[in-house]
């Protein structure tokens, strides 16, 4: 099993451009996560999902995007980039047993700048 | 608002030292309390987990001690060694709620561990 694979591992990009960042999982979990961390701020959830087709916001999730039309992929969307969000990405995944939520195991990260 | 407290925000022991690290909670209803380690380059990895009905947990060199009416938990190294050397998160959520799947971390800590 790969786990938690995030593409890419590094991404640098201009003031108003757009990426998308894409997490895969092959355990099966039913919750995907997109977290980001910043030096001093701990992880922060931007946005997350409870199975395939459905999504949230977490709790800095203004300037992102998030789709999961397959349950074992969530992608996380930044459609301007600003400076503001460079940081380093993390994608979590945990399963799911009568409604709760059991270890996330994350993935590598994605390191973002934005110029 | 800051949700979970911790501190220090790094720490520097000898081998063999026992470092502690302390966080506190404000929200009564979390009751699941797990801590991360993350070493550099990589995500985060469950390190050990406790739930409020026990005061103490323990999982080889690492104890987890929870206080209920002080709303704080602490991690404990014993026998600390190099490689122990990492950031930790401690963290809580909601178990009982249903949302248990959405972690609130606190900022971290930069263990150093000398040889």
């Known amino acids: 099993n790969a786990g938690v694979t995030q593409t890419p591992k590094f991404r640098v990009l201009k003031t108003g451009q757009s990426m998308t960042l894409l997490c895969a999982q092959d355990m099966n979990h039913e919750y995907m996560y997109w977290y980001r961390q910043d030096p001093g701020m701990g992880l922060r959830l931007i946005h997350y999902?409870?199975?395939?087709?459905?999504?949230a916001k977490g709790e800095v999730p203004d300037g992102y995007n998030v789709s999961r039309l397959k349950k074992q992929n969530f992608l996380l969307g930044l459609e301007s980039a600003a400076p503001s969000q460079t940081s380093v990405y993390f994608c979590a995944s945990s399963y799911s047993l009568r409604g709760q939520s059991y270890e996330q195991y994350f993935g590598p990260g994605t390191r973002l700048t934005v110029t | 608002q800051q949700q979970v407290k911790q501190s220090p925000q790094s720490l520097i022991v000898q081998k063999g030292g026992i470092p502690i690290i302390n966080c506190a909670y404000e929200?009564?209803?979390?009751?699941?309390f797990p801590w991360y380690q993350q070493f550099p380059g990589k995500g985060p990895a469950l390190l050990i987990a406790i739930r409020p009905d026990v005061s103490e947990k323990k999982e080889g060199r690492f104890t987890i001690s929870f206080n209920k009416s002080a709303k704080q938990f602490s991690l404990h190294i014993m026998e600390s060694q190099p490689g122990d050397s990492a950031t930790y998160f401690c963290a809580a959520s909601m178990e009982s709620g249903g949302s248990n799947y959405k972690l609130t971390f606190g900022k971290g800590t930069l263990l150093t561990v000398n040889p």
């Open positions: 929200n009564t209803a979390f009751d699941y």
């Open positions: 999902s409870v199975g395939e087709g459905t999504t």
